[in-house]
């Protein structure tokens, strides 16, 4: 890791000075432990650098790394660290992959495996739920309506209109 030039011989032999002697055996004493910890820190560095990022698979969930977005939060102190967790709908190559994101985010939904984690359900945290499941009656999903935020026709002067509502249990993101 660079150049690192041996000092000078000394021209005395012997020192005659007790405290410079002192001085001078713990000024090579910490200099031998400052190598020993650089070289140390650069085989670190040797093994991280060649590590394997992680593979996902199409449908997989996995968490996205949030310090590189920016979503509105008053300070990046106060965002979280990761955001999602979202599905990976395509793989895009070995270490890039497409994700859905939430609509109003508007960025590119393409990310590097490195800003990606895999998600896990662990029994500590229990599953995580998103949003509450739909009740099922008669078979088919049913959702519970909080309230309707907007509506508009289908076509001008058309009877059937076209609602915009809020769905109890789920944030704005799922408004339909």
């Known amino acids: ?8 011989p000394t ?5 005659t000075v007790p405290s410079v002697e002192k001085r001078v055996a713990e000024l090579k004493k910490l200099q031998e432990e400052t190598s020993a910890l650089l070289d140390i820190m650069a085989r670190r560095v040797k093994e991280r650098s060649g590590r394997d990022l992680d593979k996902f698979e199409k449908g997989q969930k996995v968490w996205l790394e949030g310090k590189n977005l920016s979503l509105g939060y008053p300070s990046p ?6 955001e999602g967790p979202f599905e ?3 793989v895009l190559g070995p270490v890039m992959y497409r994700l859905k994101l939430l609509f109003q985010w508007r960025i590119h939904s393409v990310f590097h495996t490195g800003l990606l984690l895999p998600y896990k ?13 739909p009740d099922i009656v008669e078979g088919q999903e049913e959702y519970k309506v909080e309230a309707i935020i907007g509506h508009r026709p289908k076509r001008k002067n058309q ?6 509502g809020s769905w109890k249990g789920y ?3 799922h408004n339909q």
């Open 1 to 8: 890791m660079g150049y690192h030039p041996q000092p000078l």
């Open 11 to 15: 021209v005395f032999e012997k020192m």
């Open 77 to 82: 102190k106060l965002s979280p660290k990761h």
């Open 88 to 90: 990976i709908t395509e």
């Open 121 to 133: 359900e662990t029994d500590i945290h229990r599953p995580n739920y998103l949003e509450p499941p």
């Open 159 to 164: 009877l059937p209109k076209e609602y915009l």
């Open 171 to 173: 944030n704005s993101s």
